[in-house]
């Protein structure tokens, strides 16, 4: 018999990088993790999020088997193209996955939704900022971030809901040195524990008046002000070549 507190944790893109580290850290508390992933593999759910059908299927089998659903990470990555080489279908394609995928799948379990549900949107810095060609990635990081306040009001009551915006993490966990590393004022390159820690604390009781907020966990970067000749920093623009 599964203990009452035992929560049932859903990850999207849970097989690999950071949403695999998250869904690790809840296994560790002893939860049922739910992964579902279009990554091959044998311990989780194969399926394309951006299809409607898929979403009803995972959904369908995980009301069956638990009954309940105490936390949704919606973090599975949107395809990054920018404005030269993307095609309409591919910038529908990131915004479903991105956007309309955690909308739905929210909608699908919100009469499962345990008392204290928690929701985690994972986002990105570049929901604030950008590099160029990154349009579809950007609109989709953007959009979830926006839903995360609408659905916390919605929800109200019923659960909370906020968002993660990590900056550049390593999902590799690899150590870097010089500029890469003192760039931030952190003095590093983040990994995917940085993230795991803000969910797993973000879902637990000491957050309990936390929701509708976007945190983000980028080691100070968009806290940093860049002009060209000041503080070390040059503009190479191609000028002088």
Request: net charge negative; charged share 20%; with cysteine.
């Amino acid at each position: 018999m599964e203990s009452s507190r035992q929560r049932v944790v859903i990850v999207t893109g849970g097989a690999q990088g950071i949403g695999k580290c998250i869904a690790e850290q809840f296994r560790k508390e002893g939860d049922i993790v739910c992964v579902i992933d279009k990554q091959p593999g044998e311990d989780h759910y194969i399926g394309d999020i951006s299809k409607k059908e898929v979403l009803e299927a995972f959904c369908k089998e995980v009301v069956s088997k638990y009954g309940k659903v105490d936390v949704i990470v919606n973090n599975a990555l949107p395809l990054m193209k920018g404005i030269d080489e993307c095609s309409y279908e591919e910038f529908q394609y990131a915004l479903s996955v991105g956007v309309t995928a955690p909308f739905y799948l929210v909608k699908l379990l919100s009469p499962y939704l345990s008392k204290g549900a928690s929701i985690i949107n994972i986002s990105s810095s570049r929901d604030r900022m950008s590099q160029p060609q990154t349009e579809s990635y950007t609109a989709a990081k953007g959009g979830i971030a926006a839903l995360t306040h609408a659905l916390a009001v919605s929800l109200s009551g019923k659960a909370r809901v906020n968002s993660i915006s990590p900056g550049w993490i390593d999902t590799a966990y690899t150590e870097y040195e010089g500029p890469d590393a003192t760039q931030q004022p952190s003095g590093r390159v983040g990994n995917p524990m940085d993230i795991a820690n803000m969910v797993l604390f973000l879902c637990s009781d000491k957050a309990g008046f936390i929701t509708g907020e976007n945190i983000c966990i980028d080691g100070g970067m968009t806290r940093l002000m860049i002009y060209h000749g000041d503080n070390g920093w040059t503009l190479n623009d191609g000028s002088n070549e």
